[in-house]
């Protein structure tokens, strides 16, 4: 029997800097997962992956993620989605960088 889906993001990485990036509902890529597109319908998810798979001039390895709705918007559900989101771990920079402005 096939799991329910569940509520999703497209993610991927932005191919000149590395940056990890959302889809919105207006086709633009974000480093903030608040302003990310939350896809509850299986097909129109599958479509929009379909979308950011063929923007490889901008973005990389896009998939879906796993989400939840949130107060703020989209909110992870697995630990590697939480991980991503904060940017690179080795040292400050990128989004860490901004974060300790």
Do not use: C
């Not at 919105?24 to 379909?50: G, N, P």
């Not at 992870?76 to 939480?82: A, I, L, Q, S």
């Not at 991503?84 to 400050?92: C, D, E, M």
Request: hydrophobic share 40%; net charge negative; no cysteine.
């Amino acid at each position: 029997m096939p799991r329910a889906f569940t509520p999703k993001v497209v993610t991927a990485n932005d191919l000149l800097e590395g940056d990890v990036v959302y889809l919105t509902a207006d086709d633009r890529w974000t480093r903030h997962l608040a302003e990310a597109e939350l896809l509850s319908d299986e097909a129109h998810a599958a479509l929009r992956l379909i979308e950011a798979e063929k923007q490889g001039n901008i973005v990389v390895g896009a998939y879906l993620a796993d989400m939840k709705p949130g107060a703020h918007g989209p909110e992870p559900t697995h630990f590697r989605e939480d991980f991503r989101r904060t940017g690179p771990s080795n040292y400050f920079h990128g989004k860490q960088e901004q974060a300790r402005a």
